[in-house]
Protein backbone atom coordinates (compact mmCIF):
# COMPACT_ATOMS: atom_id res chain seq x y z
CA UNK A 1 0.00 0.00 0.00
CA UNK A 2 1.48 3.44 -1.54
CA UNK A 3 1.03 6.19 1.60
CA UNK A 4 2.14 9.74 1.40
CA UNK A 5 5.15 10.68 4.00
CA UNK A 6 3.50 12.30 7.22
CA UNK A 7 4.59 15.78 7.65
CA UNK A 8 4.23 17.01 10.61
CA UNK A 9 5.76 13.48 12.10
CA UNK A 10 8.62 13.79 9.78
CA UNK A 11 9.48 17.20 10.78
CA UNK A 12 9.21 15.98 14.34
CA UNK A 13 11.85 13.26 14.21
CA UNK A 14 13.66 15.28 12.16
CA UNK A 15 14.59 18.31 14.92
CA UNK A 16 12.72 17.13 18.22
CA UNK A 17 16.48 15.64 19.46
CA UNK A 18 18.33 18.42 18.27
CA UNK A 19 16.77 21.19 19.72
CA UNK A 20 17.06 22.93 23.20
CA UNK A 21 13.60 24.44 23.66
CA UNK A 22 10.88 22.50 22.10
CA UNK A 23 7.93 24.58 20.99
CA UNK A 24 6.55 22.16 18.55
CA UNK A 25 5.22 19.39 21.66
CA UNK A 26 1.37 19.25 21.06
CA UNK A 27 1.13 17.40 24.65
CA UNK A 28 0.56 19.38 27.63
CA UNK A 29 3.58 18.66 29.58
CA UNK A 30 3.85 15.32 30.03
CA UNK A 31 3.52 13.50 33.43
CA UNK A 32 6.15 10.99 35.23
CA UNK A 33 4.36 7.93 36.84
CA UNK A 34 5.23 9.46 40.00
CA UNK A 35 3.77 12.69 39.18
CA UNK A 36 0.48 10.32 37.98
CA UNK A 37 0.51 8.51 41.05
CA UNK A 38 1.11 11.89 43.66
CA UNK A 39 -1.91 13.67 41.04
CA UNK A 40 -4.66 10.73 41.80
CA UNK A 41 -3.77 10.54 45.20
CA UNK A 42 -1.48 6.96 45.73
CA UNK A 43 1.41 6.90 47.25
CA UNK A 44 3.71 8.44 44.76
CA UNK A 45 6.48 5.58 45.23
CA UNK A 46 4.96 2.93 46.16
CA UNK A 47 3.69 0.50 42.39
CA UNK A 48 2.78 -2.11 44.40
CA UNK A 49 -0.41 -2.26 42.45
CA UNK A 50 1.49 -2.98 39.39
CA UNK A 51 2.83 -6.74 40.74
CA UNK A 52 -0.12 -8.97 40.96
CA UNK A 53 0.04 -7.76 37.05
CA UNK A 54 0.32 -10.78 34.75
CA UNK A 55 2.03 -10.29 31.58
CA UNK A 56 -0.64 -11.63 29.69
CA UNK A 57 -2.41 -10.19 26.54
CA UNK A 58 -5.07 -8.70 29.02
CA UNK A 59 -8.16 -8.03 27.94
CA UNK A 60 -8.56 -7.90 24.28
CA UNK A 61 -10.89 -5.01 23.86
CA UNK A 62 -9.40 -3.14 26.76
CA UNK A 63 -10.64 -3.95 30.65
CA UNK A 64 -14.01 -3.07 31.63
CA UNK A 65 -12.52 -0.92 34.04
CA UNK A 66 -10.96 1.80 31.32
CA UNK A 67 -13.99 1.11 29.28
CA UNK A 68 -15.95 2.14 31.95
CA UNK A 69 -14.08 5.39 32.70
CA UNK A 70 -13.75 6.17 29.20
CA UNK A 71 -17.29 6.01 28.43
CA UNK A 72 -18.10 8.26 31.37
CA UNK A 73 -16.48 11.22 29.51
CA UNK A 74 -19.85 11.03 26.64
CA UNK A 75 -23.26 11.39 27.87
CA UNK A 76 -24.81 8.44 25.76
CA UNK A 77 -21.40 6.06 25.45
CA UNK A 78 -21.70 2.66 27.14
CA UNK A 79 -18.86 0.08 27.38
CA UNK A 80 -19.32 -1.85 24.36
CA UNK A 81 -19.44 1.59 22.41
CA UNK A 82 -15.69 1.91 23.46
CA UNK A 83 -13.01 -0.21 22.07
CA UNK A 84 -9.26 0.65 23.26
CA UNK A 85 -6.30 1.15 20.55
CA UNK A 86 -2.90 1.70 19.91
CA UNK A 87 -2.84 5.65 20.60
CA UNK A 88 -5.26 7.95 18.56
CA UNK A 89 -3.10 7.25 15.94
CA UNK A 90 -3.91 3.65 16.13
CA UNK A 91 -8.12 4.62 16.68
CA UNK A 92 -7.83 6.71 13.48
CA UNK A 93 -6.18 4.29 11.41
CA UNK A 94 -8.59 1.40 12.37
CA UNK A 95 -11.45 3.49 11.35
CA UNK A 96 -10.28 4.63 8.21
CA UNK A 97 -9.52 1.20 7.13
CA UNK A 98 -12.77 -0.31 8.71
CA UNK A 99 -15.03 2.15 7.05
CA UNK A 100 -13.52 3.57 3.90
CA UNK A 101 -13.44 1.62 0.47
CA UNK A 102 -11.78 2.50 -2.73
CA UNK A 103 -13.24 5.26 -4.93
CA UNK A 104 -15.19 6.22 -1.88
CA UNK A 105 -16.05 9.95 -1.33
CA UNK A 106 -14.47 11.28 1.66
CA UNK A 107 -14.51 15.07 3.15
CA UNK A 108 -11.89 15.95 5.24
CA UNK A 109 -11.04 19.40 6.89
CA UNK A 110 -7.83 20.79 6.16
CA UNK A 111 -4.91 21.92 8.02
CA UNK A 112 -5.54 18.84 10.32
CA UNK A 113 -3.75 15.56 10.89
CA UNK A 114 -2.48 14.16 8.06
CA UNK A 115 -4.30 10.66 8.70
CA UNK A 116 -7.45 12.20 7.66
CA UNK A 117 -7.01 12.60 4.11
CA UNK A 118 -3.88 10.12 3.30
CA UNK A 119 -4.57 7.31 4.64
CA UNK A 120 -8.26 7.54 2.64
CA UNK A 121 -6.13 8.49 -0.34
CA UNK A 122 -3.78 5.67 -0.19
CA UNK A 123 -6.86 3.33 0.02
CA UNK A 124 -7.94 4.60 -3.19
CA UNK A 125 -10.96 6.56 -1.77
CA UNK A 126 -12.29 10.03 -3.27
CA UNK A 127 -10.74 12.61 -1.14
CA UNK A 128 -12.30 15.83 -1.04
CA UNK A 129 -10.32 18.91 1.13
CA UNK A 130 -12.86 21.33 3.04
CA UNK A 131 -9.69 24.20 3.72
CA UNK A 132 -10.59 26.24 6.73
CA UNK A 133 -9.58 29.60 6.51
CA UNK A 134 -8.14 32.00 8.89
CA UNK A 135 -10.89 34.94 7.98
CA UNK A 136 -13.74 31.93 9.38
CA UNK A 137 -12.02 31.80 12.78
CA UNK A 138 -10.47 28.46 11.02
CA UNK A 139 -14.05 27.01 11.75
CA UNK A 140 -15.35 24.82 8.42
CA UNK A 141 -17.87 27.05 5.88
CA UNK A 142 -21.34 25.19 6.04
CA UNK A 143 -22.12 26.34 2.55
CA UNK A 144 -18.96 24.79 1.13
CA UNK A 145 -19.41 21.59 3.35
CA UNK A 146 -23.07 21.17 1.49
CA UNK A 147 -21.42 21.78 -1.85
CA UNK A 148 -19.14 18.40 -1.01
CA UNK A 149 -21.35 16.75 0.27
CA UNK A 150 -22.77 14.90 -2.26
CA UNK A 151 -24.88 11.47 -2.40
CA UNK A 152 -23.04 8.76 -1.94
CA UNK A 153 -20.61 10.27 0.75
CA UNK A 154 -18.85 7.75 2.75
CA UNK A 155 -17.50 10.19 5.53
CA UNK A 156 -16.83 13.69 6.82
CA UNK A 157 -13.85 13.44 9.12
CA UNK A 158 -13.15 16.51 11.45
CA UNK A 159 -10.58 17.60 14.32
CA UNK A 160 -12.04 19.26 17.07
CA UNK A 161 -10.81 20.86 19.04
CA UNK A 162 -8.71 21.10 16.22
CA UNK A 163 -4.48 20.75 15.85
CA UNK A 164 -3.49 23.16 14.33
CA UNK A 165 -5.65 26.15 14.49
CA UNK A 166 -6.57 25.29 17.96
CA UNK A 167 -9.95 26.42 16.78
CA UNK A 168 -13.31 24.62 18.53
CA UNK A 169 -16.19 23.84 16.35
CA UNK A 170 -19.31 24.74 19.02
CA UNK A 171 -22.05 22.49 19.74
CA UNK A 172 -25.04 23.67 17.64
CA UNK A 173 -22.34 23.60 14.33
CA UNK A 174 -21.49 19.63 15.40
CA UNK A 175 -25.48 19.39 15.35
CA UNK A 176 -25.30 21.34 11.66
CA UNK A 177 -22.64 19.06 10.43
CA UNK A 178 -24.44 16.02 11.68
CA UNK A 179 -27.39 17.01 10.07
CA UNK A 180 -25.39 17.52 6.66
CA UNK A 181 -24.17 14.36 6.99
CA UNK A 182 -27.31 13.00 8.04
CA UNK A 183 -29.24 13.96 4.70
CA UNK A 184 -26.79 11.59 2.79
CA UNK A 185 -26.03 8.82 5.60
CA UNK A 186 -22.32 9.66 6.09
CA UNK A 187 -20.61 8.71 8.78
CA UNK A 188 -18.83 11.78 10.99
CA UNK A 189 -15.45 10.88 11.96
CA UNK A 190 -14.44 13.25 14.88
CA UNK A 191 -10.99 13.19 16.17
CA UNK A 192 -11.36 14.50 19.75
CA UNK A 193 -7.68 13.83 21.16
CA UNK A 194 -7.51 17.52 22.35
CA UNK A 195 -10.83 17.40 24.21
CA UNK A 196 -10.42 18.70 27.96
CA UNK A 197 -8.54 21.54 27.03
CA UNK A 198 -10.90 24.11 26.31
CA UNK A 199 -10.28 27.20 27.74
CA UNK A 200 -13.47 27.92 28.77
CA UNK A 201 -15.74 25.89 31.63
CA UNK A 202 -15.32 22.88 32.11
CA UNK A 203 -12.95 22.24 29.29
CA UNK A 204 -14.60 19.26 27.72
CA UNK A 205 -16.41 20.30 24.33
CA UNK A 206 -19.22 18.52 23.09
CA UNK A 207 -18.47 15.11 21.39
CA UNK A 208 -19.63 13.86 17.97
CA UNK A 209 -20.21 10.36 19.21
CA UNK A 210 -23.13 11.88 21.11
CA UNK A 211 -24.19 14.04 18.85
CA UNK A 212 -25.00 12.25 15.81
CA UNK A 213 -26.31 8.48 15.69
CA UNK A 214 -23.14 7.95 12.52
CA UNK A 215 -21.03 10.17 14.73
CA UNK A 216 -17.74 8.34 15.39
CA UNK A 217 -15.23 10.09 18.19
CA UNK A 218 -11.53 9.50 18.45
CA UNK A 219 -9.03 10.33 21.67
CA UNK A 220 -6.48 8.97 23.56
CA UNK A 221 -4.37 9.83 26.38
CA UNK A 222 -1.62 11.68 25.16
CA UNK A 223 -2.81 15.02 25.09
CA UNK A 224 -5.27 16.52 27.26
CA UNK A 225 -4.09 13.90 30.00
CA UNK A 226 -0.13 14.15 29.32
CA UNK A 227 0.70 10.60 29.17
CA UNK A 228 1.81 10.02 25.55
CA UNK A 229 4.12 7.23 26.87
CA UNK A 230 0.97 4.99 27.52
CA UNK A 231 0.61 4.77 23.89
CA UNK A 232 -3.33 4.51 24.76
CA UNK A 233 -6.38 5.96 22.83
CA UNK A 234 -9.73 4.27 21.87
CA UNK A 235 -12.43 4.59 19.47
CA UNK A 236 -16.20 5.93 20.41
CA UNK A 237 -18.85 4.21 18.23
CA UNK A 238 -22.00 2.73 17.66
CA UNK A 239 -21.86 -0.85 18.62
CA UNK A 240 -21.63 -1.84 14.47
CA UNK A 241 -18.51 0.50 13.43
CA UNK A 242 -16.66 -0.96 16.82
CA UNK A 243 -17.30 -4.80 15.59
CA UNK A 244 -16.41 -3.62 12.56
CA UNK A 245 -13.29 -2.62 13.92
CA UNK A 246 -12.74 -5.83 15.61
CA UNK A 247 -12.33 -7.49 12.77
CA UNK A 248 -9.86 -5.25 11.69
CA UNK A 249 -7.98 -4.76 14.97
CA UNK A 250 -7.56 -8.57 15.14
CA UNK A 251 -4.73 -8.13 12.22
CA UNK A 252 -2.69 -5.07 14.14
CA UNK A 253 -3.34 -4.34 17.87
CA UNK A 254 -4.22 -7.59 19.50
CA UNK A 255 -4.44 -5.82 22.86
CA UNK A 256 -2.81 -2.78 24.71
CA UNK A 257 -0.32 -3.45 27.31
CA UNK A 258 -1.46 -4.18 30.51
CA UNK A 259 -0.07 -1.44 32.43
CA UNK A 260 -0.59 0.84 29.96
CA UNK A 261 -4.45 -0.09 30.62
CA UNK A 262 -3.46 0.12 33.92
CA UNK A 263 -2.17 3.63 34.34
CA UNK A 264 -4.82 5.27 31.89
CA UNK A 265 -7.87 3.39 33.79
CA UNK A 266 -5.90 5.31 36.96
CA UNK A 267 -5.44 8.72 35.12
CA UNK A 268 -9.24 8.66 34.05
CA UNK A 269 -10.86 7.81 36.69
CA UNK A 270 -9.43 10.76 38.43
CA UNK A 271 -9.39 12.73 35.10
CA UNK A 272 -10.67 15.77 37.06
CA UNK A 273 -7.38 16.39 38.64
CA UNK A 274 -5.83 15.27 35.82
CA UNK A 275 -7.41 17.76 33.63
CA UNK A 276 -7.68 20.17 36.33
CA UNK A 277 -3.33 20.36 35.95
CA UNK A 278 -4.01 20.54 32.19
CA UNK A 279 -6.14 23.36 31.75
CA UNK A 280 -4.01 25.24 34.76
CA UNK A 281 -1.43 24.54 32.08
CA UNK A 282 -3.07 25.48 28.86
CA UNK A 283 -5.13 28.52 30.40
CA UNK A 284 -2.18 30.15 31.87
CA UNK A 285 0.12 29.47 28.75
CA UNK A 286 -2.22 30.72 26.45
CA UNK A 287 -2.05 33.75 28.37
CA UNK A 288 1.71 33.93 27.88
CA UNK A 289 1.89 33.41 24.28
CA UNK A 290 -1.09 36.23 23.50
CA UNK A 291 0.84 38.76 25.50
CA UNK A 292 3.72 37.79 23.58
CA UNK A 293 1.68 38.00 20.09
CA UNK A 294 0.92 41.54 21.43
CA UNK A 295 4.14 42.93 21.07
CA UNK A 296 5.76 41.16 18.04
CA UNK A 297 4.32 43.42 14.72
CA UNK A 298 5.57 40.83 12.22
CA UNK A 299 2.90 38.03 13.75
CA UNK A 300 -0.67 37.74 14.23
CA UNK A 301 -3.47 34.77 14.72
CA UNK A 302 -6.82 34.03 15.94
CA UNK A 303 -6.60 33.15 19.48
CA UNK A 304 -7.09 29.74 19.86
CA UNK A 305 -10.29 28.51 21.53
CA UNK A 306 -8.60 24.77 22.96
CA UNK A 307 -5.85 22.57 22.32
CA UNK A 308 -2.50 23.14 22.92
CA UNK A 309 -1.17 24.90 19.49
CA UNK A 310 -1.97 27.84 17.89
CA UNK A 311 -1.03 28.88 14.22
CA UNK A 312 0.43 31.68 13.70
CA UNK A 313 0.42 34.24 10.39
CA UNK A 314 3.69 35.88 9.69
CA UNK A 315 5.41 38.47 7.61
CA UNK A 316 8.49 37.65 6.32
CA UNK A 317 9.58 36.90 2.90
CA UNK A 318 10.87 33.14 3.80
CA UNK A 319 9.10 29.74 3.63
CA UNK A 320 7.52 28.26 6.83
CA UNK A 321 10.37 25.23 6.87
CA UNK A 322 13.30 28.04 6.11
CA UNK A 323 11.81 29.92 8.53
CA UNK A 324 11.50 26.86 11.03
CA UNK A 325 15.50 25.56 10.38
CA UNK A 326 16.89 29.14 10.76
CA UNK A 327 15.04 29.50 13.62
CA UNK A 328 15.73 26.42 15.61
CA UNK A 329 19.80 26.88 14.02
CA UNK A 330 20.19 29.99 15.71
CA UNK A 331 18.53 29.66 18.82
CA UNK A 332 17.66 26.17 19.49
CA UNK A 333 13.70 26.88 19.24
CA UNK A 334 11.52 24.26 17.63
CA UNK A 335 8.24 25.57 16.12
CA UNK A 336 6.65 23.49 13.12
CA UNK A 337 6.30 24.94 9.59
CA UNK A 338 3.21 25.49 7.81
CA UNK A 339 4.07 23.52 5.01
CA UNK A 340 3.67 20.27 7.38
CA UNK A 341 0.14 21.12 6.76
CA UNK A 342 0.50 22.20 3.24
CA UNK A 343 0.37 26.22 4.25
CA UNK A 344 2.75 28.52 3.69
CA UNK A 345 3.23 31.86 5.70
CA UNK A 346 2.25 29.72 8.74
CA UNK A 347 3.62 28.38 11.79
CA UNK A 348 2.23 26.59 14.59
CA UNK A 349 3.79 26.83 17.81
CA UNK A 350 2.98 24.34 20.56
CA UNK A 351 2.56 26.09 23.97
CA UNK A 352 1.65 23.89 26.52
CA UNK A 353 4.89 22.67 27.68
CA UNK A 354 6.56 23.87 30.91
CA UNK A 355 5.75 27.52 31.34
CA UNK A 356 9.24 28.43 31.53
CA UNK A 357 10.23 26.51 28.06
CA UNK A 358 7.73 28.37 26.70
CA UNK A 359 8.82 32.17 28.06
CA UNK A 360 12.64 31.44 27.13
CA UNK A 361 11.65 30.03 23.89
CA UNK A 362 9.82 32.85 23.15
CA UNK A 363 12.39 35.70 24.07
CA UNK A 364 14.76 33.82 21.58
CA UNK A 365 11.88 34.23 19.14
CA UNK A 366 11.88 37.63 19.53
CA UNK A 367 15.73 38.39 19.19
CA UNK A 368 15.47 35.95 16.10
CA UNK A 369 12.68 38.50 14.52
CA UNK A 370 14.38 41.33 15.43
CA UNK A 371 17.34 40.46 13.57
CA UNK A 372 15.15 39.65 9.86
C1 LIG B 1 -5.25 15.47 15.90
C2 LIG B 1 -4.36 14.35 16.35
N1 LIG B 1 -4.82 13.10 16.30
C3 LIG B 1 -4.08 12.06 16.71
C4 LIG B 1 -2.78 12.25 17.17
C5 LIG B 1 -2.00 11.06 17.65
O1 LIG B 1 -2.20 10.92 19.03
P1 LIG B 1 -1.77 9.68 19.89
O2 LIG B 1 -0.49 10.03 20.56
O3 LIG B 1 -2.90 9.50 20.90
O4 LIG B 1 -1.63 8.48 19.02
C6 LIG B 1 -2.24 13.53 17.20
C7 LIG B 1 -0.84 13.75 17.63
O5 LIG B 1 -0.24 14.79 17.40
C8 LIG B 1 -3.05 14.61 16.79
O6 LIG B 1 -2.60 15.88 16.84
Given at each position: ??????????????WET????NLAETCVESLTIAELLDLTG???TDLSALLPLKMTYGAIDGSMRLREAISALYD???PDNVIVTHGTIGANMLIHRSLVDRRDRVVSVVPTYQQHYSIPESIGADVHLLHLREENGWLPDLDLLRQLVVPGTKMIALTNPNNPTGALIPRPMLEEIAAIARTVDAWVLCDEVYRGTDQE????TASMADIYEKGISTAGMSKAYSLAGLRLGWIAAPRAVIEEVMIHRDYDTIS???IDDHFATLALENRDRVLGRSQ???RGNLAILAEWIETEPRLSWVRPRSGTTAFIRYDLPMPSRDFCVALIEETGVMFTPGSAFGMEGYVRIGYANNPEILKAGLARVSAFLARQ
Open positions: MKIEPFRVEIWMNEKCDLQNAKQAGSGMVGVHIT
